[in-house]
């Protein structure tokens, strides 16, 4: 049995994040003796029961902390000798201190987790990590001063649409931080390239869609996916969501349909995301969490038309 297991957040500064700890707490066990996950907030407390078989350490990078996650964390908290656990998500900030007796908390609501672990670490990166911070942040929605070096843009291209393609491809995610723990660009990787490509393509399809399907509540953009078109375009539809706000100059909401649920996705383009994912999780009875620019909801599975309406409802009064 591995006695470290690393569960990250499967984004673009989730894998950074990922890549960085590892580099700097675990280097000696990489990769043979390390066991690797990736989850998702939506799914992290189904996840990390399965995962946690047990051992010397458990490090949980970049998922926001949740009551459900709370619930899961408890019943494996003894299964370890140290629990880490590192975010920088709003939402989790409320709910730090119901772990914090037994579980290492590292948090701060800064601009991405590889952010954080840059100040937990103090000694300076050397400019290869430098760089993949400064990438991690423009991901999770920092805007690049206009100084910044095209490297940095290609990666996060590069990086956020490989990933996107299929966001639950642990192989591939193990195989992009194989590239940074051996200092290669990932925006030059021929896999990386292939994969980017093919989701670009996609992902032109999906706003082709979803701009001509939408509807206009006061400032507000809505678009609706049902199941089919939902999982044809999974890992794209929070990458869809950010490239129409920032076109629009609006706000996005993304209503989809999933298995099991309803997801909500919601981009801002004045910082008001949460404020406007809590007024529909309370009126749908759902979870949200996230930041102020981007931040999403889920709900139990219903038809969609029947939450259409009270999500049109509720971000009409929202806006005006
Ligand atoms: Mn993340």
Redesign the pocket.
Known sequence: MLSVSVVF??????II?AYLYIKRYFRDLYPGGLNLAVTH?WRAHTDIKRVATGGSELVIL???LSDKLIEALETIISRYKKVVFVD??ATSESLMPKIEARVKVVYSKVS??PRLLTQLMGTPLNPYEDMLVEV?DV??GKTPHPGTDRSVLDLVDSIRMSIALNPGDLDFMKYLIDLMMKSKNPSQDPLVRVRARRAKFLLGNLLKIVSEDSLDAGNVKIAFLNLPLSRAFAGLIGVAATELSKAYRKSVVLVREEQEKIVITVRSAHRDALVLSQQIASSLKGVYGGHAEASSITVGKEPLAKVASSIVNKVLSYST
Do not use: M
């Open positions: 957040h499967g984004d673009c500064d989730g994040a907030p970049d998922i926001a920088h998500h991405s987790t991690a991901c999770e």
